[in-house]
């Protein structure tokens, strides 16, 4: 009778115990502390997991891929832990994309007019600076040459051959002499840019008179005159001229 008034004291002193007091010293004592109170008993094994990688709600496998932030205790999704560790801010999935090639082949293409038009407009103005040096402005063009008209190799005849405002003019010096000279009207020059372009003279036989004839070369256009003997004059369709 004393055994069975000893054992109920011990059942009574047990349920007067907080829960939250019992700790597990001995495996032996699993089956009391269950009978004691086995709600709190698992509350407070879940206690001693890992918060972080606990869940309330859903299945096991999904639990196990879910984060708790230690801080506001909110549950984040996979890629918001992932940005969270690593310190990047996640990104949209149209950003993380790369930019089209077509892109790079038009800016390109873009750069590569910009640099044409820049380099033509720097070697248009570098020629014109190279004539002023050269033909000064009006465009101008001496040379000396026999050609019959009363010179020799002692006293050739002098050409000057002029732009002047658009309009070819050729003076020439017979002999040397001042006194003989004679003008030469050529084309009138209309395109752009046209008063800046110089005027050369050449001297050889074209039409297979024997006599050097005058050949006027404007860029890449060239005009003929034909040596009569005493003066030129501008070709005709009966003349053959092998250039």
């Known amino acids: 009778m004393q055994r069975d008034e000893k054992e109920s004291q011990q059942k009574r002193s047990k349920r007067d115990l907080d829960p939250g007091e ?31 990688n606990i869940q ?25 832990a992932r940005s969270k560790v690593t310190g990047k ?20 293409m873009l750069v590569m007019l910009v640099l044409w ?31 019959g008209h009363g010179d020799n190799a002692q006293h050739p005849s002098h050409f ?15 002999g040397g002499n001042p006194a003989r000279s004679i003008s030469y009207g050529g084309p009138y020059l209309f395109e752009a840019g046209g008063d800046l372009t110089p005027v050369t003279l050449e001297f050889r036989d074209v039409t297979g ?19 009569t003997g005493t003066q030129f004059r501008p070709q005709n369709s009966s003349d053959h001229i092998q250039l």
């Open 22 to 52: 019992i700790r597990v010293t001995e495996e032996g004592r699993e089956d009391d502390l269950m009978d004691i109170n086995p709600y709190r008993y698992r509350n407070s094994s879940i206690r001693l997991r890992d918060p972080i």
């Open 56 to 80: 309330t709600t859903g299945s096991q496998s999904a639990r196990r891929n879910v984060d708790v932030d230690p801080i506001t205790g909110q549950v984040m999704t996979p890629r918001a």
């Open 89 to 108: 801010v996640p990104t949209a999935r149209g950003q993380q994309r790369g930019l089209h090639w077509l892109l790079y082949v038009g800016v390109g």
């Open 117 to 147: 038009v820049i380099g033509s407009a720097a070697l248009a103005w570098g020629l014109a600076r190279y004539d002023d040096v050269r033909y000064g402005y009006p465009r101008t063009f001496q040379t000396d040459a026999v050609v």
């Open 160 to 174: 000057i051959a002029i732009n002047l405002h658009r309009h070819v003019v050729i003076i020439e010096f017979m």
């Open 209 to 227: 008179g024997g006599r050097p004839d005058m050949l006027i070369h404007i860029q890449d256009q060239t005009i003929v005159f034909v040596n």
